[in-house]
């Protein structure tokens, strides 16, 4: 099975969050989904999400920008460690 790990601002109306949506939905039995998002309280589309064990990462507000880019560098270099 093959993992993506998808950086977004949040799940709200855009076409951005339509299109993952739309990708998650066509190739849900193939790919392992994980959405790090940096704004949790917008979310449309939670029910779609918990019906198909999509995880969510919550990464720090982007005005901590020192904080979230940390956030961010150590969460992809463990999977790295992970997948090594």
Request: hydrophobic letters at 40%; proline letters at 1%.
């Amino acid at each position: 099975m093959i993992k993506t790990h998808n950086i977004i601002d949040s799940l709200g109306t855009g076409g951005t969050e339509r299109v993952l949506m739309n990708t998650i939905d066509y190739m849900k039995s193939e790919v392992q989904h994980t959405i790090m998002l940096k704004d949790t309280s917008i979310n449309i589309y939670g029910e779609y999400i918990k019906e198909n064990n999509i995880e969510i990462i919550e990464t720090p507000k982007i005005r901590y920008l020192f904080r979230h880019l940390i956030f961010v560098y150590k969460y992809f270099k463990k999977m790295l460690i992970i997948l090594i």
